[in-house]
């Protein structure tokens, strides 16, 4: 049974660039939610993708959009790339209105 | 205030020690708690969840939840190295709400 799965997982980029992270979500699972997480801080939500939707966001600028796939897997993209945006990426899935999240590996996001 | 609140430690304790965890929570009408284990450099993995008053056991790790007093802890019985980590505290706060606010951890270290 596949878990999440979440590419590329190292990535650098410069100042100004555009990024495209993606997911797939867990078997069985429909929901996807991508969360932020800083060096020694706990994941901040980005925002909830739920038939082909965005079901939910947080406080994260419009910078941030993501994307649903017919097949589930999604998709977050990140405009004007900032220093500030340096930060583990982590894409998590739950099947339908359950809040149990699992989490993918997480992509490593390097902005210089 | 935050959200979700936790002694950032680091908590250490000896091998075969009982670890305790807590987590303090800001919005009463909060419904599902979850604790993930978090290795360095890894992603988050879900330990356990509750989502009633009292005490929930699976093997070592007991939580136990008090909504009156809104905490939650974690209880980690026969601490071993490997038990070595990054503890966080995740709640959901309402049931039309779908993300997940997490505390920003307590580092816990097993000591041989």
């Known amino acids: 049974d596949a878990g999440v799965t979440q590419s590329p997982t190292h990535l650098i980029k410069t100042r100004g660039q555009q990024v495209t992270l993606r997911c797939s979500p867990k078997s069985g699972h429909d929901t996807v939610s991508w969360y932020q997480q800083a060096l020694g801080q706990g994941p901040q939500f980005i925002f909830q993708?739920?038939?082909?939707?965005?079901?939910q966001r947080g406080n994260f600028p419009d910078r941030f959009s993501g994307h649903q796939f017919p097949n589930y897997s999604s998709e977050l993209n990140v405009n004007a790339l900032l220093l500030g945006d340096s930060a583990l990426y982590l894409c998590?899935?739950?099947?339908?209105?359950?809040?149990?999240?699992?989490f993918g590996p997480g992509t490593r996001l390097l902005v210089l | 205030q935050k959200e979700v609140e936790q002694n950032s430690g680091p908590l250490s304790v000896p091998e075969g020690a009982i670890a305790s965890l807590n987590c303090t929570y800001s919005?009463?009408?909060?419904?599902?708690f979850f604790w993930y284990r978090q290795y360095s450099g890894k992603s988050p993995e879900l330990i356990m969840f509750i989502y009633s008053n009292g005490d929930k056991e699976d093997g070592r790790f007991t939580a136990q939840l008090n909504k009156a007093s809104q905490y939650v802890s974690l209880l980690i019985r026969d601490s071993q190295p490997s038990d070595s980590a990054t503890y966080l505290c995740?709640?959901?706060?309402?049931?039309?709400?779908?993300?997940?606010?997490f505390g920003a951890g307590t580092t816990v270290t097993v000591r041989a």
């Open positions: 995740a709640v959901n706060p309402r049931s039309n709400d779908y993300k997940l606010s």
């Open positions: 919005d009463r009408g909060s419904q599902s």
């Open positions: 993708y739920y038939e082909e939707e965005e079901r």
């Open positions: 998590a899935s739950s099947p339908g209105r359950q809040k149990t999240q699992y």
